[in-house]
């Protein structure tokens, strides 16, 4: 009888033995699905709240840029009124005493181009008198109302040129009145003083369209990837938004005065896009940053995850090994 129960008691000893690998085995199956689904959860909610924090930075970057660029232009609006209650009536006398206190004036403010205006939309100007009504459009809001003027590549003066007009309080020259004032700005100066192009800092650069999507000022940086006049047909034809953006849901806002942000990738550019109204303007600007500078930090934090569900794996498999030896040696 005691040579029966040995075998026996070996035999219930190697089933719960067995019994025991597989409960182990499935616990160490179970943590590996848990790190693996936590590691796939955490990517997913970080890509999710870098989002938005990407969205809140940009947001942050562009507005402060637009409030730059309306405290710019206010400043050269003063310019502009200050210029048109400084002509006296010896700036009167003819084209001549006209154009020197013009090229003064110009030399001083350092514009590109300065031009005095008639109610009979004759434009006088250190670079010659010419029609104006045929060159500027919109020019009766000038010579009608008392108001101002915000344009950009009109035919007056030569091309990416930013005109800005006011109105002025009406003064006798020649046979008629001189009624307004106006400026031209490069589009060039006007984005290297708002810093327009940051590659370098944060990885972004902003562009400034029409309602349209026709370029206002175009970046530098954007120029080699963006190349056209207009931002709406450009990514018409190349662009590729992410899942749930889109260039209709784009320009809806934009057309609706809207501000947001969309994700989309140009050729071999993947970026996030956010966008904002210029107040005063018609325009808006649009700032964008690589994809690939945030992409980095959630694949650090991805990996991250994936290296502490690995140590947690580990620390797991030797405590169970542990717990074996300990018990064959006892």
């Not at 040995?6 to 067995?18: A, F, G, Q, R, Y």
Request: glycine letters at 6%.
């Amino acid at each position: 009888m005691g040579k029966g129960w040995l075998p026996l008691s070996i035999s219930d000893k190697k089933n719960k033995e067995h019994k025991l690998f597989f409960v182990v085995s499935a616990l160490l199956l179970v943590v590996a699905v848990l790190c693996v689904f936590a590691t796939a959860t955490y990517q997913k909610e970080a890509e999710r709240t870098v989002t938005n924090i990407s969205e809140i930075y940009l947001q942050e970057m562009t507005t402060q840029i637009s409030s730059h660029f309306k405290t710019n232009l206010d400043s050269q609006f003063s310019q502009i009124r200050t210029i048109a209650g400084a002509v006296s009536k010896d700036d009167l006398e003819d084209e001549t005493s006209l154009n020197h206190f013009l090229s003064q004036v110009q030399a001083d403010n350092d514009f590109a181009h300065i031009a005095v205006i008639s109610d009979r939309g004759i434009a006088y100007s250190p670079d010659g008198t010419v029609p104006a009504m045929s060159k500027i459009s919109n020019l009766d809001q000038l010579l009608t109302d008392s108001g101002k003027l915000i344009s950009v590549n009109e035919t007056i003066w030569e091309s990416d040129m930013i005109l800005l007009g006011t109105s002025m309080t009406p003064v006798a020259f020649k046979d008629g009145r001189l009624v307004a004032v106006i400026i031209g700005i490069p589009t060039s100066d006007i984005g290297a003083k708002l810093g327009l192009d940051s590659e370098k800092t944060t990885n972004s650069h902003t562009n400034i369209v029409t309602r349209s999507g026709d370029f206002v000022i175009k970046s530098a940086f954007s120029k080699d990837v963006l190349f056209g006049s207009n931002l709406f047909t450009i990514y018409e034809q190349q662009a590729r938004f992410d899942e749930g953006y889109g260039l209709a849901a784009f320009r809806a806002a934009v057309d609706e005065g809207e501000c947001g942000m969309t994700l989309l990738t140009v050729g071999l550019h993947h970026e996030y896009l956010y966008y904002v109204p210029v107040q005063g303007t018609d325009w808006y600007m649009v700032t964008s940053m690589a994809y690939e500078m945030v992409n980095n930090q959630i694949s650090y934090l991805s990996q991250f995850m994936v290296k502490v569900c690995v140590g947690i794996f580990l620390v797991i498999l030797i405590t169970v090994f542990a717990f074996f030896f300990v018990a064959e040696t006892q």
